[in-house]
């Protein structure tokens, strides 16, 4: 072989080298740069993508600090954003040419840059370090920013560092740009969230503010329908005239329905404020069921349909529930089927299925269009708009039914066909106890109530003191009223010995009927008080026995109450 072939050889393997080194450090770089996108991808802010960005660099370009500088797009100075020297920290960066070129997309080596306007603001003991600098930058949405990767050499960056920062540009800026698009994403979100809050805010007061405004109102309609009941059960009693006795019974039954009305607003009201306590405990549902139903069977009879109860277990299995909760449930849904069924049956089947209490009623009704079906347990809404003249309701029922459940954590479905029959069915989650204890349901009273009792009324409105003194002089009481809470405290200590009774109102002027009822308690605890008011839940209730009332009628007063609390307190 000759010389000069040989020489010719010899070249060709060195740059055979040279290339394979070449490739080997690019396939390296290839492998940064995917490390770098793996890990600047779940990065979460700029500072993360810059610092991830110098990790990866300082395996390549030999820089001796590393400043990133960002500004935004309109603003014409720069602020350094990170840096691995902190004497570049507080620095204001003027924007001029070579930062500029550097944001478009070019990788600049600057060989003197301590003379660069640039670099004016950096002080002269830091400029002296500047020997040599690496320069690129990003345009992203909304910032500019600016990689300077500074020498303390002279020449310390070459060709090969220039264009090994030209292959990692292109990474950092989709990184930037979609960092940017999060952050003002996040922007976004967080406003949004904001004013959701805000809204969600106002809602609830809103909400709050209706609910107290329904259960002010409601109380206070109760109060004048208390009177109209009561004025009516008084005629009913002395009227003999069978026209006028017919006027008066659907009276009666109109204002009755008025007050279901007043008293499901009432309740939902209630509920809504989330002022609806659950109470559990041990009951015999089976007896319970029973005598509730009673009053269904008159009613079924009066329309010649078959109320068919089918409860599949016996009257000794306990279960943990609340009664009335329940109780209120499937009145409503076997009045509800009473109600929409013209013809044939309905049916109420109870059972305990996988430690659940399944309530299911059944008729053969009008059924209701499937478009109806889920709106029906909505406020006020009635599957059919002229079902409320027809039928009356104020569509509040299913609405209460359904809150209730969902208090109770159980579920309520409903299947139902136009012309043949609906089918709602209650789920809810219970615990069963097998006992052999005597049924605690109370058994009912005969109302009969004692006659000739000395009884003192202790009432501030006068339509009420005159109701309640008719309806107890027509049952053969001597009646005194007083219009406050302080004068019946005088009173009882002044005349102890000639009252057997006493009628409490619970809101009054001066002194309310619970501070009185305390302050009688003090002196005298023989005579019976039993509570007047217009609120009928269980915690007003609650409150008044702990007072030291012996019972509780609630308004409006009907004769029927007062009887049977005057026979349940005087033995
Ligand atoms: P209300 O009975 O007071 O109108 P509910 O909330 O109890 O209010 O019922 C809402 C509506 O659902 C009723 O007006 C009626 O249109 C429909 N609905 C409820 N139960 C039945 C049923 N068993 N058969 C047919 N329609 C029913």
Redesign the pocket.
């Known amino acids: 072989m000759s010389l000069k072939l040989q020489e010719q050889l010899n070249e060709a393997l060195i740059e055979l080298k040279q290339s394979q080194a070449r490739e080997a450090r690019l396939l390296s770089e290839n492998r940064a740069i995917l490390d770098a996108i793996s890990s600047i991808t779940v990065a979460t802010n700029k500072q993360q993508i810059f610092k991830e960005l110098k990790n990866v660099l300082s395996l390549y370009i030999n820089f001796s600090d590393f400043i990133v500088l960002s500004k935004n797009s309109d603003e014409s100075s720069f602020n350094t954003i990170l840096s691995s020297n902190p004497n570049y920290l507080d620095i204001t960066w003027p924007s001029k040419a070579k930062f500029s070129r550097a944001i478009l997309g070019e990788c600049i080596i600057l060989f003197e840059p301590n003379k660069l306007e640039e670099f004016s603001s950096v002080v002269s003991t830091s400029q002296s370090c500047i020997q040599s600098a690496l320069v690129t930058g990003v345009r992203a949405t909304i910032t500019d920013s600016v990689i300077v990767m500074i020498g303390h050499k002279a020449g310390q960056f070459n060709l090969e560092s220039r264009d090994t920062l030209s292959r990692f540009r292109p990474l950092l800026e989709r990184a930037l740009i979609d960092i940017e698009r999060t952050e003002q994403l996040q922007q976004l979100v967080d406003v949004k969230t904001h004013q959701l809050k805000i809204a969600q805010v106002k809602a609830e007061n809103a909400n709050e503010a209706k609910s107290r405004f329904l259960a002010m109102m409601s109380h206070e309609l109760r109060t004048p329908l208390s009177a109209v009941l009561g004025y009516i059960d008084i005629l009913l009693g002395d009227v003999d005239c069978n026209h006028q006795l017919e006027i008066l019974e659907k009276m009666e039954s109109s204002a009755e329905l008025l007050l279901v009305l007043i008293n ?1 607003i009432l309740e939902l009201s209630r509920i809504e404020s989330g002022e609806f306590p659950i109470k559990y405990q041990w009951v015999k549902l089976k007896n319970e069921l029973n005598f509730m139903l009673e009053h269904f069977t008159t009613l079924a009879d009066a329309k010649d349909l078959k109320l068919n109860v089918n409860v599949e277990f016996n009257e000794s299995l306990s279960i943990w529930v609340d009664s009335a909760r329940v109780m209120q449930i499937v009145f ?2 076997v ?3 009473l ?3 013209h013809h044939g049956h309905v049916t109420l089947n109870v059972s305990i299925e996988n430690k659940c209490l399944k309530i299911v ?1 059944i ?1 053969s ?4 269009e499937a478009s ?1 079906l889920d709106t ?2 909505s406020q006020f ?4 708009d002229s ?2 003249r027809k ?11 359904k809150h209730l459940v969902s208090l109770m954590s159980g579920t309520i479905k ?1 299947e ?1 066909i136009v012309g043949h ?2 089918t ?1 069915s209650i789920e809810l989650p219970i615990s069963i106890k097998h006992s052999s204890q005597p049924n605690v349901t109370q058994p009912k009273r005969k109302l009969n109530s004692k006659q000739g009792l000395n009884i003192l009324v202790v009432e501030d409105t006068e339509t009420n003191q005159m109701v309640i003194r008719l309806l107890l002089e027509r049952l053969g009481h001597t009646v005194t009223i007083l219009d406050n809470g302080l004068k019946s405290v005088d009173f009882i200590k002044e005349n102890m010995e000639h009252i057997d009774l006493v009628f409490m109102d619970i809101s009054m002027p001066i002194m309310d009927g619970l501070t009185a009822t305390k302050e009688i308690r003090k002196f005298c605890p023989r005579i019976p008080v039993i509570a007047l008011t217009a609120h009928a839940m269980e915690q007003d209730k609650q409150q008044c026995l702990s007072c030291g009332m012996n019972d509780f009628v609630t308004k409006p007063i009907r004769s029927k109450d007062i009887e049977r609390s005057i026979q349940a307190v005087i033995s």
Do not use: C, E, H, P
């Not at 009704?365 to 209701?368: A, E, F, M, N, V």
């Not at 039928?391 to 039914?401: A, E, F, P, V």
């Open positions: 499901d409503n849904l009045g509800n089927a109600k929409f069924t009623v008729d009704g009008i059924g209701i109806r029906i347990f809404k009635q599957a059919d079902i409320t039928y009356g309701g104020s569509g509040l029922g299913l609405t209460i039914s409903v139902s029959g609906s709602f």
